[in-house]
T-cell receptor, first 116, second 110 residues
Framework: SAVISQKPSRDICQRGTSLTIQCQVDSQVTMMFWYRQQPGQSLTLIATANQGSEATYESGFVIDKFPISRPNLTFSTLTVSNMSPEDSSIYLC?????????????FGPGTRLTVL | RKEVEQDPGPFNVPEGATVAFNCTYSNSASQSFFWYRQDCRKEPKLLMSVYSSGNEDGRFTAQLNRASQYISLLIRDSKLSDSATYLCVVIHTGGFKTIFGAGTRLFVKA
């Protein structure tokens, strides 16, 4: 599987500011995804990052709040805009790999965000 | 009703015990099924895929019942290192949409 990394690994931010999280995969992947995992909860898909077009957002998530870039097949960014304490969460990027066993999904190590 | 539902947990078991986790899914169009493991403050990692024929990997056995829309994971001879949250994962291949269960927390104690 390709190696997937994120940065920053953690940050503490002030209310009203924005943070951009970077996700890098060491080989080309077609589909990348951004998830949020709030404390004690499971993962919730924010959006699918499409190379060369706008991201596809899930219900409850909008581009103005979570703008996403996908400039090439190995890189994506997620920005958390105008942050509030409710945005405190772990943000994970992910990609699919097709294999003989089906669609396997791999995750980056996550970015732990705390908004004060 | 959630699309993927799991045993609420937590499960507290002694070392060497056998423990079973259950998961049900509501969308009959679901195509692929997995169990993921997530350690505290870590990202989820694939534990094993789940097939109708059942599959086994060492102490772990996963089973899928499409008719009942039910997935199970059996862990035999539990180890302390098995302590983690186990996530039931369902993928709708057509839309590449992954649905995660809320997870079941397992604590294995000496």
């Amino acid at each position: 599987s390709a190696v997937i990394s994120q940065k920053p690994s953690r940050d503490i931010c002030q209310r009203g500011t924005s943070l951009t999280i970077q996700c890098q995969v060491d080989s080309q992947v077609t589909m990348m995804f951004w998830y949020r995992q709030q404390p004690g909860q499971s993962l919730t898909l924010i959006a699918t990052a499409n190379q060369g077009s706008e991201a596809t957002y899930e219900s409850g998530f909008v581009i103005d709040k979570f703008p996403i870039s996908r400039p090439n097949l190995t890189f994506s960014t997620l920005t958390v805009s105008n942050m509030s304490p409710e945005d405190s969460s772990i943000y994970l990027c992910s990609y699919y790999r097709d294999s003989y066993t089906g669609n396997e999904q791999f995750f980056g190590p996550g970015t732990r965000l705390t908004v004060l | 009703r959630k699309e993927v539902e799991q045993d609420p947990g937590p499960f507290n078991v002694p070392e060497g015990a056998t423990v079973a986790f259950n998961c049900t899914y509501s969308n009959s169009a679901s195509q692929s099924f997995f169990w993921y493991r997530q350690d505290c403050r870590k990202e989820p990692k694939l534990l094993m895929s789940v097939y109708s024929s059942g599959n086994e990997d060492g102490r772990f056995t996963a089973q899928l019942n499409r008719a009942s829309q039910y997935i199970s994971l059996l862990i035999r001879d539990s180890k302390l290192s098995d302590s983690a949250t186990y996530l039931c994962v369902v993928i709708h291949t057509g839309g590449f949409k992954t649905i995660f269960g809320a997870g079941t927390r397992l604590f294995v104690k000496a």
